[in-house]
DNA sequence: GCTGAACATTTGACAACCTGAACCTTTCAT
DNA sequence: ATGAAAGGTTCAGGTTGTCAAATGTTCAGC
């Protein structure tokens, strides 16, 4: 904090910019075919992470960055499509680990295969040029120690964070 | 439909999937940053986009990839926190030119500089590494045509898309 | 000039998402 | 055994989003 930054790097300024239209882009493309396969966002997120398994909701909500009592209502409506049950942990009765049933898994499958996000726009780039790009990107997600665990996997479009009725008290 | 990439090249995979992490941890930052400052992300993306200048409802709807009665409530909130003005278009009466107050404009400028996104993460390269980072993604968004318009300006953090009641039917 | 199609915005009903506080059950330390 | 702590759920309240049906405005064609 004591460190005093009143003009960014012109250049910095301007990764971000693109980096929020990258953003938006995916985040796009993420809610379009989670949409066409009857899903919403969130649930597409939920479903995502659960197909490296079982996961209690306290880690859903952590990892979505979002309170407990929100995924509550995700599980609900998931659960009552088919795409997850809940089972009790024996270790810990407390705990209820969210379980992807094969219609969940496939439909999470099938989404992640739909993704079109990577072929266009990484389309315009040479193999080596990629390389280059996915090691920048490695060591801006290292520096920052955002592991979410063992990366490969979802596609998640990322976190929820607070925005909803706490501090926005409109007129 | 046609074509068959069963095999995606290696990279592009790795590539998106820390392209996923990375908006996660900016998308994430940006709500953050809006409820900071008592915004909630979709306000603040509309301030954001207002920094340009008036702009008609029609037009933010269609930036946001969002259907127009959704601004409606949007404006009429960021309205009656006295962020934004309407002003019905001399030119055509039908239009509503959004108009950013010195208070939104001030608000959307402080959120902006706020990011911590830049120095974080971005910290991590030197500067002609940023340099790089900045060209590629510029290749790849411009292959896109996801022009905006002038690119430098907004924070927003992306599109809205299909989420809520239509298809999918909960139980 | 008048009529009707097309457009921009609004309204209302409804579903999903999200937070925050209160509550219940289970676990664990004392 | 008792009480604090943790995992989930419920409830109330606000925001975002959709869709369908208004309302007001523009514009083409007659």
Same mark, same amino acid.
């Given at each position: 904090?004591?460190e005093q930054t009143p003009t960014v790097d012109p250049i910095t300024l301007e990764v971000v910019d693109l980096m929020a239209r990258l953003?938006?882009? *995916?985040?796009?493309?993420?809610?379009?075919?989670?949409?066409?396969? !009857? &899903?919403?966002?969130?649930?597409?997120? +939920? &479903?995502?992470? $659960?197909?490296?398994? @079982?996961? @209690?909701?306290?880690?859903?909500?952590?990892?979505? /960055?979002?309170? @407990?009592?929100?995924?509550?209502?995700?599980?609900?409506? $998931?659960?009552?499509?088919? *795409? +997850?049950?809940?089972? !009790?942990?024996?270790?810990?009765?407390?705990?209820? $680990? +969210? +379980?992807?049933?094969? #219609? %969940?898994?496939? #439909?999470?499958?099938?989404?992640?295969?739909?993704?079109? *996000?990577?072929?266009?726009? $990484?389309? /315009? &780039?040479?193999?080596?040029?990629?390389?280059? &790009?996915?090691?920048l990107l490695?060591r801006m997600?290292?520096s920052t %120690?955002?592991?979410?665990?063992?990366?490969?996997?979802?596609?998640?479009?990322?976190?929820?964070?607070?925005?909803? %009725?706490?501090?926005?008290?409109?007129?």
């Open positions: 904090m004591a953003v938006g882009l *995916f985040h796009r493309e993420y809610e379009e075919a989670a949409a066409a396969r !009857s &899903l919403t966002g969130a649930q597409a997120k +939920v &479903l995502a992470l $659960l197909r490296r398994g @079982p996961m @209690p909701m306290r880690h859903i909500a952590q990892t979505l /960055a979002c309170e @407990p009592s929100n995924i509550t209502g995700i599980v609900d409506r $998931l659960e009552g499509r088919g *795409f +997850v049950t809940r089972e !009790s942990d024996p270790q810990d009765r407390r705990v209820k $680990l +969210v +379980v992807a049933t094969d #219609a %969940g898994r496939s #439909a999470s499958a099938e989404l992640r295969e739909s993704l079109n *996000f990577a072929r266009e726009p $990484l389309a /315009a &780039l040479e193999g080596e040029e990629r390389a280059q &790009l996915r090691d490695r997600l290292d %120690g955002a592991g979410t665990g063992p990366s490969s996997g979802d596609g998640g479009a990322g976190g929820a964070a607070k925005a909803g %009725g706490g501090t926005a008290k409109a007129g």
